[in-house]
C-alpha cells in the first residue's frame, strides 16, 4: 500500500509570542519542524508534503530539499490545511497519514503502529489517542460502547466531556480515496474553522468503526503552544539523549545538568563532567574529559582529549590533546596531537603543531605552528594591521619567550629562539636568538638549547 505523510505547519504559532515561525523555534539544536520531518523518515513517499502558510519563505529555506511545500492560502483550520495538499497527494497513494509539525516528541515507531493498524482496518480511519489526567487542552475521544463516536475540542466540550481522560494525539492515518470527499462535509466550527478532528465524527456516523492506537508514553505527546511547552519538551529530549549515551558507554556525572545537541556523536569511555554544553555537529572521541563549564560547538575532538572550563566552536582537536580551564578556540582552530593549551590561551584560524605547548595567557590568530614548539607566557600574534589579518609561520622546536609580540607578516625559522619581552617585527632565521624591541639577532642557538625543550 502507498502511503503519503503530510505534515500540518501553517498554524500562525500566536502563542509562541515570537518572530520565528513555531516550527522553526529550536529544541535540542535542531528546529521543531524536523523532529517531525525525521519521524516520518522512511515511512511510505520519499517526501512528506508540507503545509505552510503564504509567509513560511524561512521554513521552506531551512528545509529545502528535505519535503515538498504546498500553501494554506488562509489558516481556516486543521481540515482546510489537509484541503490544501489535495491537488498534490490526491491520486498518489493508498494511505495517507497527517501529523501536526508541532508535535516533535512523536516516535517513529508510534506512526508505523497507527499505519498498521490502519491498513487492516476495513473502515476510512485510525488515529492516536492517549489517557492523561491533565488534559493539555487536547479534544477529548468520545466513545459510546467502547465505540469512537467523535473528537470534541476542549473550547467546544461540556463539563462532563471536560472530564473525559481519552485524548487526542492528532496523528491519523486515513484512506486517500475517502479522505478527499470527508473533508468537504467538515461543518465550520463556530470559531470559524474547519477542524480536520471531525473525520471522527463523519466515519462514524457513516457507520464505520474508527481504530484508535493508544499512546503510553505520555511523553511523546506533547504539542509545542507556547514557550513553557518548549522548555517540557527541551528536558524530555535532555533525557533522553543523556540516557542513550550512558547506555553507549559514556558516564555522564550529572545528567540532568548536560546539555547534549541532537546531532552530537560522543564515543565510549568519555566522561562528560556537569555544565557541559555539547552543541551543532560537534564529533568527540573514546575516553575524553569534557567540562565542567564547557560549550563546544560543532568541534571535532580525537580521542583522549581534556577539556576543562572552555569554549570551543568550530575547532579540531587530534587525539591527546590537553586544554584549559578557560580556553577559546574559535572557527579553524586545529590542534594536532598532544597539544597542550594551558589557562586563558585563545587560538583562531591556525594550525598548531604536534605536541606543542602554549601554557599561558597567549593569542595565536592567522598562524601556521610547527611540532614541539613552545609558546611562553603572554606570547602575541599581531595579526592585524588595522586593515587586514596577515599571517605567522613558526618552525620546528621554535622556543617563544614569554611576552613575545609576532608582528605579522612573519617567519620564524625553526629552532629560533625569542627573548622575554621581543617584539618580533622581521623574519627570524633558522638557529638564530633574537632579543629586544625591535628584536634583533643575537647569537646562534647551542644545541643544548633545543635539545632541553624536547621532553
Ligand atoms: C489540535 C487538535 C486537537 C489535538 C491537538 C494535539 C484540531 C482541531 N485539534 O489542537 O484535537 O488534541 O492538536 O496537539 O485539529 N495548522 C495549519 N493550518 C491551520 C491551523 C493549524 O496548518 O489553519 C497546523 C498548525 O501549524 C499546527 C497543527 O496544525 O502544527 C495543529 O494546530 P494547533 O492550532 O496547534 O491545534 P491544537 O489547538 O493544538
Ligand atoms: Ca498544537
Not at 556523536?265 to 573514546?286: A, E, M, R
Request: aromatic share 4%; charged share 25%.
Amino acid at each position: 500500500m502507498k502511503l503519503q505523510s503530510i505534515l500540518l505547519a501553517a498554524g500562525e504559532g500566536t502563542r509562541m509570542k515570537s518572530n520565528l515561525p513555531k516550527i522553526l523555534h529550536p529544541l535540542a539544536g535542531k528546529a521543531l519542524i524536523r523532529y517531525s520531518l525525521d519521524a516520518v523518515k522512511g515511512i511510505g513517499s520519499p517526501k512528506p508534503v508540507i503545509v505552510i502558510g503564504r509567509d513560511a519563505g524561512m521554513v521552506e529555506k531551512t528545509i529545502q530539499g528535505e519535503a515538498e511545500f504546498v500553501i494554506q492560502e488562509k489558516r481556516l483550520g486543521t481540515a482546510d490545511a489537509v484541503k490544501s495538499a489535495r491537488k498534490r497527494v490526491e491520486g498518489t497513494c493508498d494511505l495517507v497519514l497527517v501529523i501536526y509539525g508541532d508535535m516533535p516528541l512523536l516516535k517513529k515507531q508510534t506512526l508505523e503502529r497507527l499505519v498498521e493498524k490502519q491498513k487492516n482496518n476495513p473502515g476510512p480511519l485510525t488515529i492516536a489517542t492517549m489517557h492523561l489526567d491533565d488534559s493539555h487542552g487536547f479534544g477529548r475521544v468520545v466513545r459510546e460502547g467502547g465505540e469512537i463516536k467523535e473528537i470534541i475540542e476542549e473550547a467546544h466540550a461540556s463539563g462532563k466531556q471536560k472530564e473525559i481522560k481519552e485524548l487526542n494525539v492528532g496523528a491519523y492515518c486515513v484512506a486517500e480515496k475517502w479522505l478527499w470527499p470527508a473533508l468537504e462535509k467538515i461543518p465550520v466550527s463556530p470559531k470559524g474553522e474547519y477542524y480536520l478532528t471531525d473525520l471522527v465524527g463523519i466515519a462514524s456516523k457513516e457507520g464505520f468503526r474508527v481504530e484508535a492506537v493508544q499512546i503510553l508514553d505520555s511523553e511523546e505527546a506533547i504539542g509545542i503552544n507556547n514557550r513553557v511547552h518548549l522548555a517540557e519538551a527541551e528536558a524530555i529530549l535532555r533525557k533522553r539523549i543523556n540516557q542513550k549515551w550512558m547506555l553507549e558507554g559514556v558516564t555522564i556525572i550529572d545528567p540532568e545538568r548536560t546539555y547534549i545537541e541532537a546531532d552530537v556523536q560522543i564515543g565510549q569511555d568519555t566522561i562528560v563532567f556537569p555544565n557541559s554544553h555539547l552543541k551543532g555537529q560537534t564529533v568527540i572521541g573514546q575516553n575524553c574529559e569534557i567540562g565542567p563549564d564547557t560549550i563546544i560547538t560543532s568541534t571535532e575532538i580525537g580521542n583522549s582529549c581534556k577539556v576543562l572550563s572552555s569554549v570551543l566552536d568550530y575547532a579540531i582537536l587530534e587525539d591527546h590533546v590537553t586544554m584549559g580551564p578557560y580556553c577559546h578556540l574559535r572557527k579553524d582552530a586545529h590542534l594536532a596531537k598532544g597539544v597542550h593549551m594551558g589557562n586563558f590561551g585563545e587560538v583562531k584560524d591556525s594550525f598548531l603543531g604536534e605536541e606543542t605547548k602554549m601554557g599561558h595567557f597567549s593569542y595565536i590568530g592567522n598562524a601556521t605552528i610547527g611540532k614541539n614548539v613552545n609558546i611562553g607566557a603572554g606570547t602575541i600574534t599581531c595579526n592585524f594591521d588595522g586593515r587586514s589579518k596577515n599571517p605567522t609561520e613558526i618552525g620546528d622546536d621554535v622556543f617563544i619567550g614569554s611576552d613575545t609580540m609576532l608582528v605579522a607578516p612573519l617567519k620564524i625559522g625553526k629552532r629560533a629562539r625569542t627573548g622575554a619581552g621581543s617584539v618580533v617585527t622581521r623574519d627570524v632565521p633558522e638557529d638564530t636568538v633574537v632579543v629586544g624591541v625591535p628584536a634583533r639577532h643575537l647569537r646562534k642557538v647551542k644545541k643544548e638549547e633545543t635539545e632541553s625543550q624536547e621532553k
